[in-house]
């Protein structure tokens, strides 16, 4: 499971299959080697970068607390024009990303990074391609709205189609506070959708490994449920899903912010390595970047577009771009413990990333007061 110090699981992990159990040797392994091999474990394809939600917005507080949308340390460094370019994964690309996965021993495929995945209109047919292909691990992250808004039957089909790792984001276990934190989303149908879910795998119509996970960002909010048990008791007592997960909310670039439910501490190189660099990677919807991270992206850590673009470097593929200058460099800086120096041998966005925090929780009192947003 991830060192990332702001990620915790609640309760215990769920069982797997012995193939299952072999990949995750290699991801571990990687961790404890620093050893990233010829290719990635893992490979985030965002089908999409685009979202029906708007999570932690308000009009006292319209930016919310999205880092998908915000990503305030890309924003520091003048990537507004690649932070905020939306759209969808042309299928002709997915399939050709998908292959050279499979051919370079890529075990783990995620659908998404930035935005909703359930918005593409072939979610379902990108899923069973993926499933086609054997890979052991098929991952998505998704706020259980999306295209289920039309399609009631939509997360059932996801499982059919042989999903192994379904993760939705819920954030509450009543419908007040998840309204007030997941801006935009309908309670009602991340229901149906769980429902629909965990009914298709309960009826055997899954992959062997389909486990669905309630995944939650601790804030203010929603504290006292995650801290007191009612939120697990919720999701897997009474929903039925296999396992919950925990996100510290945190945001980047010095930016204090309402929402947080824990005070920060920065880490230095010799506390922290991050092992992201050694064993996943994403390629963005349009195929222009890709990062050995899923922490946002600079040009200094782009590892080269997977497509052919003007004014953009010479097309790269997913096994050209994990042997990048660029990916070499930001895993020697964790190598050698140097990422936390200024200069030349530091990297700012490790610096700045939410990784590199250690988080104390905050007994944070059942009704908070919101604050505004306070830029430091
Ligand atoms: S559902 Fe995800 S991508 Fe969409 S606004 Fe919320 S946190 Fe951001
Ligand atoms: S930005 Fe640096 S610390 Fe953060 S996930 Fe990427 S490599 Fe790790």
């Given at each position: 499971m991830s060192k990332d110090p702001t990620f915790s699981v609640l309760g215990g992990l769920p069982t797997r299959s012995e193939r299952y159990e072999a990949y995750r040797k290699e991801w571990?392994?990687?961790?404890?080697?620093?050893?990233?091999?010829?290719h990635p474990v893992h490979v985030d394809l965002e089908s999409v970068a685009v979202c029906d939600l708007r999570c932690g917005s308000s009009e006292e507080d319209p930016q919310g607390f999205c880092q998908i949308w915000t990503h305030e340390h890309i924003r520091t460094q003048g990537f507004d024009e690649h932070t905020y370019q939306r759209g969808y994964m042309d299928p002709v690309l997915y399939g050709r990303?998908?292959?050279?996965?499979?051919?370079?021993?890529?075990?783990?495929?995620?659908?998404?990074?930035?935005?909703?995945?359930?918005?593409?209109?072939?979610?379902?047919s990108f899923v069973r391609e993926a499933h086609g292909l054997g890979f052991p691990d098929i991952m998505m992250n998704s706020n259980g709205n999306g295209l289920a808004r039309k399609q009631p039957d939509l997360f059932g089909k996801?499982?059919?189609?042989?999903?192994?790792?379904?993760?939705?984001?819920?954030?509450?276990?009543?419908?007040?506070?998840?309204?007030?934190?997941?801006?935009?989303?309908?309670?009602?149908?991340?229901?149906?959708?769980?429902?629909?879910?965990?009914?298709?795998?309960?009826?055997?119509?899954?992959?062997?490994?389909?486990?669905i996970r309630a995944s939650v960002v601790r804030t203010h909010l929603n504290a006292d449920a995650v801290d007191s048990g009612r939120m697990e008791e919720f999701w897997k007592g009474k929903?039925?899903?296999?396992?919950?997960?925990?996100?510290?909310?945190?945001?980047?670039?010095?930016?204090?912010?309402h929402w947080k439910a824990a005070e920060w501490r920065q880490m230095d190189a010799n506390e922290f390595q991050?092992?992201?660099?050694?064993?996943?990677?994403?390629?963005?919807?349009?195929?222009?970047?890709?990062?050995?991270?899923c922490q946002g992206f600079t040009l200094e850590i782009d590892g080269g577009p997977v497509v052919k673009a003007q004014g953009y470097a010479p097309m790269v593929s997913i096994?050209?771009?994990?042997?990048?200058?660029?990916?070499?460099?930001?895993?020697?800086?964790?190598?050698?413990?140097?990422?936390?120096?200024?200069?030349?041998?530091?990297?700012?966005?490790?610096?700045?990333?939410?990784?590199?925090?250690?988080?104390?929780?905050?007994?944070?009192?059942?009704?908070?007061?919101?604050?505004?947003?306070?830029?430091?």
């Open positions: 571990d392994r990687r961790e404890n080697a620093l050893d990233p091999s010829d990303l998908l292959q050279q996965c499979a051919d370079i021993g890529v075990s783990s495929i995620k659908l998404n990074y930035r935005g909703e995945p359930s918005l593409h209109p072939r979610i379902v996801i499982v059919e189609a042989g999903i192994t790792d379904l993760m939705f984001s819920v954030d509450a276990c009543d419908p007040e506070t998840y309204h007030r934190q997941r801006v935009g989303g309908s309670w009602e149908i991340l229901l149906n959708s769980v429902r629909t879910a965990v009914r298709a795998r309960a009826e055997g119509k899954s992959a062997p490994d389909c486990r929903m039925g899903v296999d396992w919950m997960s925990i996100s510290e909310c945190y945001f980047p670039a010095g930016i204090q912010h991050c092992s992201d660099p050694f064993r996943r990677m994403v390629v963005t919807w349009d195929g222009r970047h890709t990062m050995p991270c096994e050209q771009a994990w042997a990048s200058r660029n990916f070499d460099r930001l895993r020697d800086s964790h190598r050698a413990r140097t990422w936390d120096q200024k200069g030349k041998a530091g990297e700012p966005i490790c610096q700045n990333c939410a990784v590199t925090k250690m988080p104390t929780r905050l007994a944070v009192p059942t009704r908070a007061i919101p604050l505004p947003v306070v830029r430091t």
